[in-house]
């Protein structure tokens, strides 16, 4: 009797070593496997899936054979809770076992967005909701542009705070299913940390008192210019008015008064209608940015020409005739504005 449980255990032992080396020698194989394609092909991971399910899905679509491995795979490499969401480009040749580092380190399909400097707010926006593949999470157009202001500004902890010219002009790369809320926060963290740095580095003098007032100046400067040439001497007529106290007389603001109703064309009447963004009616800088704006506006704000020019004019080419005088600004709009 215990010689025949004897016989029968050793045989038991003998399945089982069998069995486990047959399991073994099939992980291996299968994780040695090149994944099931003979040409680049695009996978996605959706937020929220576990190695389980990535594993399936992997299977649904040809590209392994055996879920179960790549699942254990991820418990023996503790790389269950690494995998990140976003578009994959898995090339042939891939082995089975590499997938989930792929998967782990990040290296998804990337799409390219750009705030454009001198958009207003309104029209970053429509900009943004015509943006492939974001996820829009913000409340629709129609809501309006003030409510939908308020809501971004709450979503990424800056409630209270006027939306324009918050977000920093630049073309951003972004994952599939990036929402527009974090995509925003992102441009509104690098406009804080570049206006940070910019001020830290300003000239002596400036008759601004906080980085706000520079964004407000800035955003100016880039409305007036999109010569990069001519931002640092045009910031250096704006604040050249201001420390005489003298009014900044720029269209762009009252232009950014008139709001999304201005048709191209400004009228005198725009120019004696009072709002908080007429410069001509009020002194000061106005009370918010009227655009959005990159680093090279905000530099020639805070290191801007020294100059004695007090004005300027377009000369229809975009670029500007600047003249000390008022006579002299008189004779110049003129030759350039009236084609006199």
């Known amino acids: 009797m215990l010689r025949a449980l004897s016989r029968l255990f050793g045989l038991c032992t003998v399945v089982v070593v069998l069995l486990v080396a047959y399991g073994w020698h099939d992980y291996r194989t299968h994780q040695d496997a090149a994944i099931d394609t003979d040409e680049a092909v695009t996978f996605t991971i959706q937020r929220g899936w576990s190695a389980a399910r990535v594993s399936r899905e992997l299977a649904a679509t040809g590209l392994i054979r055996r879920p179960f491995w790549l699942e254990v795979q991820a418990r023996i490499d503790d790389k269950a809770t690494d995998i990140r969401s976003g578009e994959y480009v898995l090339e042939p040749g891939l082995r089975v076992g590499d997938l989930l580092a792929v998967f782990a380190a990040g ?8 705030i454009i400097e001198g958009d207003a707010f309104w029209q970053m926006l429509g900009r943004l909701d015509d943006a492939p593949r974001m996820v829009h999470e913000l409340p ?16 990424i902890g ?5 939306p324009e010219g918050q977000f920093f002009a630049d073309t951003y790369r972004f994952p599939a299913d990036t929402s527009d809320i974090e995509f925003l926060a992102r441009a509104k963290r690098q406009l804080d940390r570049v206006l940070a ?25 880039e409305k007036e210019t999109a010569l990069a040439a001519e931002r640092p001497l045009i910031a250096g007529v704006f604040l050249s008015r201001l420390n005489k106290r003298m009014r900044l007389q720029t269209d762009p603001t009252v232009i950014y008064g008139i709001g999304e109703d201005f048709d191209g064309d400004i009228r005198r009447r725009d120019l004696t209608t009072d709002t908080p963004y007429n410069t001509y009616t009020r002194a000061g800088l106005p009370p918010t940015p009227i655009a959005m704006v990159g680093r090279e506006a905000i530099n020639a704000v805070l290191d801007p020409e020294t100059t004695d020019y007090l004005y300027f004019v377009s000369k229809g080419d975009g ?22």
């Open 197 to 221: 740095e910019e001020w830290a580095a300003r000239a002596e003098g400036l008759p601004l008192d906080s980085p706000y007032e520079a964004l407000v100046l800035a955003s100016i400067v």
């Open 107 to 114: 290296k998804t399909v990337q799409y390219a967005h750009t």
């Open 140 to 155: 629709p157009p129609e809501a309006g542009t003030a409510a939908r202001g308020e809501a971004l500004m709450a979503a």
């Open 319 to 340: 670029s500007h005739q600047f003249s000390r005088t008022l006579d002299d600004h008189e004779a110049a709009v003129r030759t350039y504005q009236l084609g006199q």
């Open 158 to 162: 800056h409630e209270g705070l006027h």
